[in-house]
């Protein structure tokens, strides 16, 4: 029986002054995973999305990644937010556009609906393309924890107007 996945949700739509462009960014967060107590098991290829909510921003690009840890979700959730740190993330407003991004979409089956972060499965996972169809690449057979829908539902169920194509 194939185990429950952790997975993560990369994002960029700025360069960063260290790693350059966004596609560079993610790769580097990728690799400095490994040295947080994280395996990458897998990982989709790059998928350029416009900004949600539509704005004047940069297009994003986006992936998503299987990970393996011993890290419980707060704790793995906090290193998350330590390697956007560490890559000159900066928190202002919602929906800014960031140099990186790290989601936890969703870890197994577990679910936790607050107060206290991280919200699992991600609130919104099913209702983005960006999120979807890059998970579809590394979890095809993937289904929503609390909504028991396949992936392949939530793919069709999208609204329309959400653009997602592969990176060149």
């Not at 462009?21 to 400095?32: K, Y």
């Not at 928190?91 to 991004?101: G, M, Q």
């Not at 936890?104 to 972060?117: F, Q």
Request: with cysteine.
């Amino acid at each position: 029986m194939k185990t429950k996945p952790i997975l993560v949700g990369l994002g960029a739509n700025l360069p960063s002054e260290r790693h350059g462009s966004p596609v560079a960014t993610l790769e580097a967060a990728l690799r400095s995973m490994a040295g947080k107590g994280l395996t990458v098991v897998a990982c989709s290829s790059w998928w350029e999305s416009a900004p949600v909510p539509v704005s004047d921003q940069p297009w994003y690009v986006n992936g998503v990644a299987e990970v393996a840890t011993a890290l419980a979700p707060a704790a793995l959730l906090g290193v998350l937010h330590e390697i956007e740190a560490e890559f000159g993330r900066v928190r202002s407003v919602v929906n800014a556009p960031r140099v990186l991004d790290l989601d936890l979409l969703a870890y197994g089956d577990v679910v936790r609906t607050g107060p206290e972060a991280p919200l699992l499965p991600h609130p919104r996972l099913a209702e983005r393309a960006f999120v979807l169809k890059p998970l579809a690449e590394v979890r095809p057979d993937w289904h929503h924890p609390v909504s028991g829908r396949s992936l392949s539902d939530m793919l069709a169920a999208l609204p329309s107007g959400q653009i997602v194509r592969p990176v060149p």
